[in-house]
């Protein structure tokens, strides 16, 4: 059997010689897209991995949709991230905010020595949201030469997904009919159907978050085991793999657009 892992597709930073990820690097307008996920527990049906595995899978759709055209890699996933909120559950792996940032920065900060005009750091966890605001402009002072982004995968289905789903609003929360029916998609094999076990999302404020898309403009720290005792929010037992491969293609009409865009602005 061979192996066919990490830098085996051909946009993949891992899989490419020093030089030929300075060339791309110094090309004009090129991007480098760093996922960033976390390892935190996704209730019994779902592996604790599941944010790094969607945003690494985003990250190289986007890739793969543009790169015959514009100059673009993207790294192997950061896999840990700020998750604190999980850690009752166990099978978390959690960095402090502080330390996280400290890696994020880290990352630019060598992987742009290379060269390139912009740089996307592209999220997969909820609870990285604020992270990465903070590391766009840390890293952007830094970096005044290079165009830096912020992106949180999952918020550009906000768009098309009602075509999609058929569950109500909070049906697509934590580990939910959104997540799973992408990894049935894309890693049948790490989701355990017989498993699934959800609580609907009951949130008591009206302006706090009701859906994974949908994040209102309230912020409330809560143990997660306030939300759920399996450690599942929502409806994942409406998942199918037909509908993550949907939601997974037109994320990447969403991804292309945005590269392409991106690369214009700073080519």
């Not at 840990?80 to 630019?108: C, R, Y």
């Not at 990285?128 to 999952?154: K, Q």
């Not at 759920?228 to 969403?254: M, Q, V």
Request: glycine share 12%; hydrophobic share 40%.
């Amino acid at each position: 059997m061979v192996y066919e892992g990490i830098g085996s597709r051909s946009g993949d930073w891992a899989g490419k010689t020093c030089g030929e990820v300075r060339e791309i690097g110094e090309r004009d307008g090129s991007i480098l897209v760093v996922p960033v996920g976390s390892v935190e527990q996704h209730g019994h049906h779902l592996p604790v991995a599941t944010d790094t595995i969607l945003v690494d899978a985003a990250a190289n759709l986007a890739v793969e949709r543009v790169e015959d055209e514009i100059p673009i890699l993207t790294t192997p996933p950061i896999w840990s991230g700020f998750s604190p909120h999980h850690t009752s559950f166990g099978g978390t792996i959690t960095l402090e905010f502080d330390v996280a940032m400290d890696v994020l920065e880290s990352v630019a900060n060598s992987a742009l020595e290379n060269g390139f005009d912009a740089l996307v750091l592209l999220n997969g966890h909820g609870g990285n949201g604020a992270l990465i605001s903070a590391a766009v402009s840390t890293i952007g002072v830094e970096h005044p030469d290079v165009e830096v982004l912020g992106l949180t995968y999952f918020e550009l289905a906000a768009g098309f997904v009602d075509e999609i789903r058929d569950s109500d609003v909070g049906g697509m929360a934590h580990g939910g009919e959104f997540e799973t029916s992408l990894l049935l998609h894309l890693r049948p094999g790490l989701v355990d159907e017989d498993a699934i076990e959800a609580t609907p999302l009951e949130e008591p404020y009206d302006l706090g978050t009701t859906d994974l898309l949908e994040s209102g403009p309230l912020s409330v720290y809560r143990e997660f085991e306030e939300y759920s005792h399996s450690g599942a929010i929502g409806r994942p037992e409406l998942a199918t793999a037909e509908k993550g491969a949907e939601i997974y293609e037109r994320l990447g009409d969403e991804l292309e657009a945005l590269m392409n865009q991106i690369h214009e602005r700073n080519a």
